[in-house]
């Protein structure tokens, strides 16, 4: 079926209250499930509903947790998502980074006791829109290993950077450090789909189509032991400069139980202006204009933002069964 963006948010704010969270957590988060929908990323859209209901009803989140600012040191600052759903926190954290960047140049601000955040570009996407150039980076539990190990100890790490472009869409470079991002096994077990081989392997290293193998087994890394040791500098910066538990530290997200995971995110803004008034502008209209000399050439992010346009317009096609499974959550509130 096709629901409005404001449709998805209501449902998903419904599903997530529908398990004891607050209403301006539920919303928060909603609001960028729905966007995930609207930009064909399905994998971290509605689909997390369920997952995170599941996570406030075995108490993995708190369910009336705000971020705060634990402290301050010239351009940098610490915020505690305090357990809580971990966009609340990444959206106060943007504000903040850009707030510092635009006071000192660059803003630089770590998360700490987080939870999963999402679809990583959306934070810095809206940082390149007031004009600044933004990275993130974030770690997630373990499940990817080190070059040359067979044990999960890194998670799929996501970074995402964005670059403003005078007149018109920033440029979106945003993805994880596996072959594909986690959720897409998830998305696939839902549907009964199998997946491509060279994604996932089986618990014991095996390669597998399953799904469900892969969310119990390993990820790939993407371009192997590369995307392995760029996992360990993200671990390193995010881990180092938060407080928050390593990746092998948080239990998987795919699990309803668990522990709280209090993974981290660093989040990084820069005030493109340290070249002088309008140079970093004059760069960037330089490249985009050789870029389309070649007309195979796709920006970064300019998919995202064609769907995002249509389904604002025209709605976004959510599974019957998913709506379903949210709406049957919301009745019972997610009771079995």
């Given at each position: 079926?096709?629901?409005?963006f404001?449709?998805?948010?209501?449902?998903?704010?419904?599903?997530?209250?529908?398990?004891?969270?607050?209403?301006?957590?539920?919303?928060?988060?909603?609001?960028?499930?729905?966007?995930?929908?609207?930009?064909?990323?399905?994998?971290h859209?509605?689909?997390?509903?369920?997952q995170?209901?599941?996570?406030?009803?075995?108490?993995?989140?708190?369910?009336?947790?705000?971020?705060?600012?634990q402290m301050?040191?010239s351009?940098?600052?610490?915020?505690?998502?305090?357990?809580?759903?971990?966009?609340?926190?990444?959206?106060?954290?943007?504000?903040?980074?850009?707030?510092?960047?635009?006071?000192?140049?660059?803003?630089?601000?770590?998360?700490k006791?987080?939870?999963?955040?999402?679809?990583?570009?959306?934070?810095?996407?809206?940082?390149?829109?007031?004009?600044y150039?933004?990275?993130?980076?974030?770690?997630t539990?373990?499940a990817?290993?080190?070059?040359?190990?067979?044990?999960?100890?890194?998670?799929?790490?996501?970074?995402a950077?964005?670059?403003?472009?005078?007149?018109?869409?920033?440029?979106?470079?945003?993805?994880?450090?596996?072959?594909?991002?986690?959720?897409?096994?998830?998305?696939?077990?839902?549907?009964?789909e199998?997946?491509?081989?060279?994604?996932?392997?089986?618990?014991?290293g095996?390669?597998?189509?399953?799904?469900?193998?892969?969310?119990?087994?390993?990820?790939?890394?993407?371009?192997?032991?590369?995307?392995?040791?760029?996992?360990?500098v993200?671990?390193?910066?995010?881990v180092?400069?938060?407080?928050?538990?390593?990746?092998?530290?948080?239990?998987?997200?795919?699990?309803?139980?668990?522990n709280?995971?209090?993974?981290?995110?660093?989040?990084?803004?820069?005030?493109?202006g340290?070249?002088?008034?309008?140079?970093f502008?004059?760069?960037?209209?330089?490249?985009?204009?050789e870029?389309?000399?070649?007309?195979?050439?796709?920006?970064?992010?300019?998919?995202?933002?064609?769907?995002?346009?249509?389904?604002?317009?025209?709605?976004?096609?959510?599974p019957d069964?998913?709506?379903?499974?949210?709406?049957?959550?919301?009745?019972?509130?997610?009771?079995?």
């Amino acid at each position: 079926m096709k629901l409005t963006f404001q449709q998805s948010v209501d449902l998903a704010a419904s599903g997530l209250q529908a398990a004891g969270i607050d209403t301006k957590s539920a919303y928060e988060t909603a609001q960028f499930l729905a966007l995930a929908e609207a930009d064909g990323l399905a994998s971290h859209g509605l689909a997390r509903v369920a997952q995170y209901a599941g996570h406030a009803q075995s108490g993995r989140i708190a369910l009336k947790a705000s971020p705060r600012v634990q402290m301050y040191k010239s351009s940098a600052a610490l915020v505690d998502a305090r357990d809580g759903l971990a966009f609340p926190a990444l959206r106060f954290a943007t504000d903040l980074s850009v707030n510092l960047a635009a006071n000192f140049g660059i803003g630089i601000v770590a998360v700490k006791n987080s939870h999963h955040f999402g679809v990583a570009g959306h934070y810095t996407e809206a940082a390149a829109r007031a004009g600044y150039i933004s990275l993130l980076l974030g770690n997630t539990p373990a499940a990817m290993p080190m070059a040359g190990g067979s044990k999960a100890i890194f998670g799929t790490n996501p970074l995402a950077a964005a670059f403003p472009v005078p007149h018109g869409d920033p440029l979106v470079i945003d993805m994880s450090l596996s072959a594909v991002a986690r959720g897409k096994l998830l998305v696939a077990a839902k549907k009964g789909e199998a997946i491509p081989e060279g994604w996932a392997l089986t618990a014991d290293g095996k390669p597998t189509t399953d799904p469900q193998a892969g969310l119990k087994g390993l990820m790939v890394p993407l371009g192997g032991d590369k995307g392995a040791l760029l996992a360990l500098v993200i671990e390193l910066l995010v881990v180092g400069l938060s407080g928050s538990r390593f990746s092998y530290e948080a239990d998987s997200f795919f699990n309803a139980k668990g522990n709280r995971p209090r993974i981290g995110q660093l989040l990084i803004t820069i005030d493109p202006g340290l070249a002088g008034k309008g140079v970093f502008q004059g760069r960037m209209n330089d490249f985009i204009a050789e870029l389309a000399q070649d007309r195979a050439v796709r920006l970064p992010g300019q998919r995202r933002f064609s769907l995002r346009a249509t389904a604002f317009l025209d709605g976004s096609v959510v599974p019957d069964a998913l709506f379903d499974e949210i709406q049957a959550g919301i009745q019972q509130s997610w009771k079995t």
